[in-house]
């Protein structure tokens, strides 16, 4: 009897302190969703696998911890981790591991729309978003069950993509990704399109424009996404919710 009610005592204090996730696949064809959670500033992890195989219109939900920082998720394009796998075993998003991403090194290689948060976070704050900065591969949506914005990406970017930035391309074509510009950039470590090197104060010093064509093009068809490094000022990048909402947020690949 003691110990029944240390156990619930247990699971309601889990309870309090992490928020339900749900990943659902709205895409007509399988996917492979990762999610990192970067270990130097994160002590508590998500009760979910770094990397899991997703067929068309299924869903998990799993819970992360209510301080997340810098968690992100993302997902894997045409996959086979038959042979060699890592982070070329899939033609968009792969990640070092294969399937299941390494917990230390395990982001995705770009093209990769990314999901991405800070829970409770500075003025008690949620943040989240849909970043292309590591350009485009598949349509994503971030939503809440208690009203907060929503942060999208929700339009196929691959076949109008601008020439140079578009693909990698599958088998039959088509093009399954669209580059940033920063992608492109001949020297990522100082470049205005990264926002990098000279260029990294911030806003002031790395203007939009560092970043085109790839901007103009995500930032109009996805004005409620992240379209470069620091795209704050446009009010419609970086998206928040009180903490003290215990958001439940749910990712929606392809809505
Ligand atoms: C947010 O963090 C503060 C400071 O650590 C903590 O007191 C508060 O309970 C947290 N709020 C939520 C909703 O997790």
């Given at each position: 009897?003691?110990?029944?009610?240390?156990?619930?005592?247990?699971?309601?204090?889990?309870?309090?302190?992490?928020?339900?996730?749900?990943?659902?696949?709205?895409?007509?064809?399988?996917?492979?969703?990762?999610?990192?959670?970067?270990?130097?500033?994160?002590?508590?992890?998500?009760?979910?696998?770094?990397?899991?195989?997703?067929?068309?219109?299924?869903?998990?939900?799993?819970?992360?911890?209510?301080?997340?920082?810098?968690?992100?998720?993302?997902?894997?394009?045409?996959?086979?981790?038959?042979?060699?796998?890592?982070?070329?075993?899939?033609l968009t998003g792969g990640c070092n591991g294969g399937l299941v991403c390494d917990h230390y090194s395990g982001t995705g290689v770009p093209p990769a729309t990314l999901a991405e948060w800070t829970m409770n976070g500075s003025g008690g704050l949620d943040n989240y978003d849909v970043s292309l900065v590591d350009g485009y591969n598949l349509p994503m949506r971030v939503s809440t069950n208690v009203g907060c914005p929503v942060a999208e990406c929700p339009v196929d970017l691959g076949p109008n993509c601008p020439a140079a930035n578009k693909g990698p391309f599958d088998s039959s074509g088509f093009p399954v990704g669209c580059k940033s510009d920063c992608q492109l950039a001949s020297v990522p470590s100082n470049s205005p399109a990264c926002c990098s090197g000279q260029w990294a104060g911030g806003p002031q010093d790395c203007p939009s424009s560092g970043a085109e064509p790839s901007y103009s093009y995500f930032k109009s068809n996805c004005p409620n996404a992240y379209g470069y490094a620091y795209d704050e000022p446009s009010g419609t990048a970086l998206w928040t919710c009180p903490a003290s909402k215990y958001a439940e947020y749910t990712v929606t690949f392809c809505p």
């Open positions: 009897m003691v110990a029944l009610r240390i156990a619930s005592a247990l699971a309601l204090a889990a309870a309090a302190s992490a928020r339900k996730m749900t990943v659902y696949n709205a895409c007509p064809f399988t996917i492979w969703p990762a999610m990192y959670t970067p270990p130097d500033i994160n002590s508590a992890l998500p009760d979910h696998t770094t990397g899991w195989e997703a067929p068309a219109w299924s869903s998990v939900t799993f819970n992360v911890p209510d301080d997340w920082q810098s968690g992100r998720i993302w997902g894997r394009r045409n996959c086979d981790f038959s042979t060699n796998p890592g982070p070329n075993s899939c």
